[in-house]
């Protein structure tokens, strides 16, 4: 059974500042790696999608790193901003699963200060 | 291109009714997820449905149901309503298995 994991489970920087959040999954046979942003109350907004076969994705200020080999996925957010404080959540679709089944972390809870 | 659409957002319903709730995934898109997301057990998979058919089930009793139409709108259904049934219920919609998936805003379900 897959088991999803993100470390830390909250963070707290200062703007500007650089950051990482961790993504683990027990399982490597995966299609892919999808990670998403949640503001309070609302639904999930997709942010990068990574497929089995690449090694990272990158959009503006984030950058997705996927090792398969080692069931481990980071999320790099450069000159973070305030705007970017919600929750991200990091989900894996097992190639065992036909279909789209999304197997998720807990997420990690992110505050940029001002 | 609009996005996922769900409805309602908001509902409260009392202990031991039935619920209906609509997702209406983007144009082109034939898989429709449902997920459950509650403080204490972050988001689980409920079930999903492709081209009209069930594909994916999780761990969920049989109150939970849903079904999907022939425009790929989808709909979830849970009878005899308990308190812990109470949550944020998210819809998915991607193209096939394996590719991005899209959520909608959340239809949030309180039982009283």
């Known amino acids: 059974k897959q088991e999803v994991t993100q470390i830390p489970a909250a963070l707290s920087v200062p703007e500007g500042e650089n950051l990482v959040l961790n993504c683990s999954f027990t399982?490597?046979?995966?299609?892919?790696l999808q990670w998403f942003r949640q503001d309070p109350g609302k639904g999930l907004t997709s942010l990068l999608l990574i497929q089995s076969s690449q090694r990272e994705q990158t959009s503006g200020r984030l950058n997705a790193s996927l090792d398969k080999s080692s069931g481990r996925s980071t999320l790099y957010i450069a000159a973070s901003q305030p705007g970017d404080s919600a929750t991200y959540l990091c989900a894996v679709q097992n190639q065992e699963t036909s279909g789209s089944r999304l197997t998720f972390g807990e997420g990690t809870q992110l505050t940029v200060n001002p | 291109k609009a996005g996922v659409t769900q409805t309602p957002r908001y509902l409260i319903k009392t202990r031991g009714q039935q619920v209906t709730l609509s997702c209406s995934p983007i144009?082109?898109?034939?898989?429709v997820s449902w997920y459950q997301q509650t403080p204490g057990q972050g988001l689980q998979f409920l079930f999903e449905?492709?081209?009209?058919?069930?594909?994916n089930k999780g761990n969920f009793p049989g109150r939970f149901s849903g079904r999907q139409f022939s425009n790929s709108r989808s709909e979830m259904n849970v009878s005899t309503l308990e308190l812990g049934d109470s949550a944020l219920y998210l819809c998915?919609?991607?193209?096939?298995?394996?590719?991005?998936?899209?959520f909608g805003q959340g239809t949030r379900l309180t039982v009283v």
């Open positions: 399982d490597s046979a995966i299609y892919n």
């Open positions: 144009s082109g898109h034939r898989s």
């Open positions: 998915a919609s991607s193209e096939q298995g394996g590719t991005e998936a899209f």
């Open positions: 449905y492709f081209s009209e058919t069930q594909r």
